[in-house]
T-cell receptor, first 115, second 113 residues
Framework: AQSVTQLGSHVSVSEGALVLLRCNYSSSVPPYLFWYVQYPNQGLQLLLKYTSAATLVKGINGFEAEFKKSETSFHLTKPSAHMSDAAEYFCAVSDRGSGTYKYIFGTGTRLKVLA | DGGITQSPKYLFRKEGQNVTLSCEQNLNHDAMYWYRQDPGQGLRLIYYSQIVNDFQKGDIAEGYSVSREKKESFPLTVTSAQKNPTAFYLC????????????FGPGTRLTVT
């Protein structure tokens, strides 16, 4: 079975600093991986996804993530944080091994951006 | 505009009452999902449906029921058997391709007192 672990339920960075949100997965088959962002009291919005093409994936709002098979990681980064990046971020994996169309989500990381 | 609508945005009910949350999509997606979100627990899958007239229990189905009579609609009923129904409920849909992402509705915040 596939699973996702997000390290750090809360991360704080200064405006203009590097953002690094960690995601590790476990999977017996090549995974499809996703990062979503959620603003308060709203639904989730896709930031980017990895579907076995390029290992470095660029998304919206200046975010990118790198798929590292050897480390089973898919960490999300942004070179310079903006106040508007404050939100909750979820990593997810598509459950390819079960024959269903389920998606497995991490528990989320809340990003705080300090002025 | 294609998308997913959930109504209402906020819902208040008395304990012991059943309540139905609406979810409609016009994206022509086959699969639809209901999640419950509580602080610090991420998204937990309640029910999902991969095709009309078929649905499966997720990880926390007890106290909930669904139907999928139309491709566009996947309503969720929170029954009086659900012990802690107060939560934020999210509906999502996706094509039947595991490489494609889910699309989410804006959510319904249910408060039961």
């Amino acid at each position: 079975a596939q699973s996702v672990t997000q390290l750090g339920s809360h991360v704080s960075v200064s405006e203009g600093a590097l953002v690094l949100l960690r995601c590790n997965y476990s999977s017996s088959v090549p995974p499809y991986l996703f990062w979503y962002v959620q603003y308060p009291n709203q639904g989730l919005q896709l930031l980017l996804k990895y579907t076995s093409a390029a290992t470095l994936v660029k998304g919206i709002n200046g975010f990118e993530a790198e798929f590292k098979k050897s480390e089973t990681s898919f960490h999300l980064t942004k070179p310079s944080a903006h106040m508007s990046d404050a939100a909750e971020y979820f990593c997810a994996v598509s459950d390819r091994g079960s024959g269903t169309y389920k998606y497995i989500f991490g528990t989320g990381t809340r990003l705080k951006v300090l002025a | 505009d294609g998308g997913i609508t959930q109504s209402p945005k906020y819902l208040f009910r008395k304990e012991g009452q059943n309540v139905t949350l609406s979810c409609e999509q016009n994206l022509n997606h086959d699969a639809m999902y209901w999640y419950r979100q509580d602080p610090g627990q991420g998204l937990r899958l309640i029910y999902y449906s991969q095709i009309v007239n078929d649905f499966q229990k997720g990880d926390i189905a007890e106290g909930y029921s669904v139907s999928r009579e139309k491709k566009e609609s996947f309503p969720l009923t929170v029954t009086s058997a659900q012990k802690n129904p107060t939560a934020f409920y999210l509906c999502a849909s996706s094509p039947r391709d595991r490489g494609l992402e889910q699309y989410f509705g804006p959510g319904t915040r249910l408060t039961v007192t």
